[in-house]
């Protein structure tokens, strides 16, 4: 029979709780607070705080420390798996599953995505199991040898592969498979834009060129919205629009989005609406030319717009740009005159700019973790004393390994020798060696 330890105090708290309020409830200096978890390092224990109405009411809480007693101390290890910390008593392994959901149509067999009967394959069409379309296969290829790229977006098309070749099935418009390139034993790599095949690169079932030509221009410096140029032919990131811009591989990048256009045809930057990391969406770029200022639509569907001046928020007023002094860095910081920005903030970190960067959180977007590899903050943590804008900036702290930094949960990341906790306005770090334990990565998201 399962027992517990639990202690009880009488309290009126909300929840959930904040590793501060794990600390004023049941505070240990031999103890670790990491997520919900209360690690006793002396006692060797694991618990966590639980709470419950008194009396069915909603006046107060019982609050009680619950000590896990299926962890066994000597044995226990503590998994990262599927974005959550798991002791090794409470792991449940994954079960392999075919992926992609279909139906089991009467005279058909389904193999990765496709249905075949009489030798034909056929792509169902929408979410009716009775309207199918068949798909050319021509001769040479056999697709019951063809394997589905890892990370191919999607399941049922995309890219394909086998010992002598990089194949595109398109179930949309040509309704076939082709083969795109041929190489012996080549392995494709899906990168986050594009597929990556013997050197070569490939959107949308399309050679764009060789990776080694391209230059790459993050447009919103947010990893999220990227350009690649040869210097002839500009692509976007949506797979779908490309555009001749002869020369932009040299041109030079001077906002994120985060700027006005008045009447008179100039730029105004930066417009700091507010302090919002969320409302920072814009869909136009301003770039310096050899001979011009030009808007560019990030999405490639607007016609470029030519600007007749560009102005910087120095102060109380905007003055015009000197361009050689400037450099944009990660979303909304950038460095002028050797002092560096953000927003229209002049802050006191020494940040290295050039790397400096929004990290990647569960879903592919920032959690407001940022990062130049050196140092770790947070959007929680900009400093601002509206009283008379000193002291500007952001609390930190050291990085120990960022090639190897994941993201745990939206508040926990973790390097393989830290764990990093957002709590109550500042970073907690969290040595691995100061567990008894061992930590073993299963599954994580890369927070680059």
């Given at each position: 029979?399962?027992?517990?330890?639990i202690i009880l105090l009488l309290l009126v708290v909300s929840c959930p709780f904040s590793m501060a309020q794990r600390r004023d409830f049941f505070y240990n200096e031999n103890a670790i607070y990491l997520g919900h978890y209360i690690i006793d390092?002396?006692?060797?224990?694991?618990?966590?705080?639980?709470?419950?109405?008194?009396?069915?009411?909603?006046?107060?809480?019982?609050?009680?420390?619950?000590?896990?007693?299926?962890?066994?101390?000597?044995?226990?290890?503590?998994?990262?798996?599927?974005?959550?910390?798991?002791?090794?008593?409470?792991?449940?392994?994954?079960?392999?599953?075919?992926?992609?959901?279909?139906?089991?149509?009467?005279?058909?067999?389904?193999?990765?995505?496709?249905?075949?009967?009489?030798?034909?394959?056929?792509?169902?069409?929408?979410?009716?199991?009775?309207?199918?379309?068949?798909?050319?296969?021509?001769?040479?290829?056999?697709?019951?040898?063809?394997?589905?790229?890892?990370?191919?977006?999607?399941?049922?098309?995309?890219?394909?592969?086998?010992?002598?070749?990089?194949?595109?099935?398109?179930?949309?418009?040509?309704?076939?498979?082709?083969?795109?390139?041929?190489?012996?034993?080549?392995?494709?790599?899906?990168?986050?834009?594009?597929?990556?095949?013997?050197?070569?690169?490939?959107?949308?079932?399309?050679?764009?060129?060789?990776?080694?030509?391209?230059?790459?221009?993050?447009?919103?410096?947010?990893?999220?919205?990227?350009?690649?140029?040869?210097?002839?032919?500009?692509?976007?990131?949506?797979?779908?629009?490309?555009?001749?811009?002869?020369?932009?591989?040299?041109?030079?990048?001077?906002?994120?989005?985060?700027?006005?256009?008045?009447?008179?045809?100039?730029?105004?930057?930066?417009?700091?609406?507010?302090?919002?990391?969320?409302?920072?969406?814009?869909?136009?770029?301003?770039?310096?030319?050899?001979?011009?200022?030009?808007?560019?639509?990030?999405?490639?569907?607007?016609?470029?717009?030519?600007?007749?001046?560009?102005?910087?928020?120095?102060?109380?007023?905007?003055?015009?740009?000197?361009?050689?002094?400037?450099?944009?860095?990660?979303?909304?910081?950038?460095?002028?005159?050797?002092?560096?920005?953000?927003?229209?903030?002049?802050?006191?970190?020494?940040?290295?700019?050039?790397?400096?960067?929004?990290l990647k959180g569960l879903y592919g977007r920032t959690d407001g973790w940022l990062s130049d590899g050196k140092v770790l903050t947070h959007y929680d943590l900009f400093n601002l004393n509206k009283e008379d804008f000193t002291d500007i900036g952001?609390?930190?702290?050291p990085l120990a390994d960022d090639r190897n930094l994941k993201a745990i949960t939206e508040n926990i990341l973790f390097d393989g020798i830290n764990f990093y906790e957002l709590s109550n306005g500042s970073i907690e770090v969290i040595p691995v060696?100061?567990?008894?334990?061992?930590?073993?990565?299963?599954?994580?998201?890369?927070?680059?």
């Open positions: 029979m399962k027992t517990k330890i390092t002396t006692k060797k224990t694991v618990g966590w705080i639980n709470k419950e109405h008194i009396n069915g009411t909603h006046m107060g809480y019982k609050v009680g420390l619950t000590i896990d007693t299926l962890i066994k101390p000597q044995t226990t290890c503590l998994y990262i798996t599927n974005n959550q910390l798991v002791f090794k008593e409470h792991y449940v392994p994954e079960t392999t599953q075919t992926p992609g959901a279909y139906y089991e149509i009467e005279g058909y067999s389904y193999n990765k995505g496709l249905y075949k009967r009489n030798g034909k394959y056929y792509h169902l069409k929408g979410i009716s199991p009775t309207t199918l379309a068949e798909i050319k296969i021509p001769k040479g290829i056999n697709f019951d040898r063809l394997t589905y790229v890892e990370g191919n977006p999607y399941y049922g098309y995309g890219y394909l592969y086998d010992e002598t070749g990089l194949y595109y099935l398109d179930v949309f418009n040509t309704k076939e498979i082709s083969k795109l390139a041929f190489a012996k034993n080549c392995r494709p790599v899906m990168r986050k834009f594009y597929c990556e095949y013997n050197g070569e690169a490939f959107q949308g079932g399309k050679k764009i060129g060789r990776i080694d030509q391209f230059t790459e221009i993050d447009m919103r410096r947010d990893g999220e919205t990227t350009f690649f140029t040869d210097g002839r032919t500009v692509f976007s990131s949506d797979y779908a629009h490309h555009r001749k811009l002869p020369g932009m591989d040299k041109w030079i990048q001077l906002t994120d989005g985060n700027y006005m256009v008045k009447e008179n045809n100039c730029v105004y930057f930066p417009f700091f609406k507010e302090h919002n990391r969320n409302n920072l969406i814009y869909y136009n770029v301003l770039f310096a030319t050899p001979d011009s200022l030009v808007l560019v639509d990030c999405y490639l569907q607007k016609e470029i717009r030519k600007i007749d001046s560009v102005f910087i928020k120095q102060g109380d007023n905007y003055e015009r740009l000197d361009i050689a002094e400037y450099k944009l860095s990660a979303n909304n910081f950038y460095t002028y005159r050797n002092k560096n920005y953000y927003g229209i903030h002049q802050i006191k970190n020494d940040f290295d700019m050039p790397n400096l960067k929004w952001f609390t930190y702290v060696k100061n567990f008894w334990f061992a930590v073993e990565v299963i599954s994580a998201v890369s927070a680059y």
